[in-house]
Nanobody, 127 residues
């Protein structure tokens, strides 16, 4: 059974940092693009970051570029999201997912290009 489990969320003041982790089990995703998304109450799920399996290509929306970084440890089947200079607008449930079907070298933005979603971890940034 494929499972992605996010962790590391919490409550942080504006300007602070958090590091999210996403651990995969049930199969290896070392050859797949991994992505992070977030969803605030009443809003659609929003792309946050993605990284190809080699780490050679990443993608970020303008809203987080320069503040968020994505990394992965294929040996641990884990992907990370380092979030710095957080603002209240970063509040939401953060999800990780696998780009599927596999498309090496591609970092898609659309949630519909991803599968095997985790249950999410809440990030709350206070002003």
């Amino acid at each position: 059974q494929v499972q992605l489990v996010e962790s590391g969320g919490g409550l942080v003041q504006a300007g602070g940092s958090l590091r999210l982790s996403c651990a995969a089990s049930g199969r290896t995703f070392s050859r797949d693009t991994m992505g992070w998304f977030r969803q605030a109450p009443g809003k659609e799920r929003e792309f946050v970051a993605a990284m190809t399996w080699t780490g050679s290509t990443t993608n970020f929306p303008e809203s987080v570029r320069g503040r968020f970084t994505i990394s992965r440890d294929n040996a641990k089947n884990t992907v990370y999201l380092q979030m710095n200079s957080l603002t209240p607008e970063d509040t939401g449930v953060y999800y990780c997912a696998v780009q599927w079907p596999r498309s090496p070298g591609d970092c898609a933005l659309a949630p519909g290009r991803y599968a095997f979603w985790g249950q999410g971890t809440q990030v709350t940034v206070s002003s």
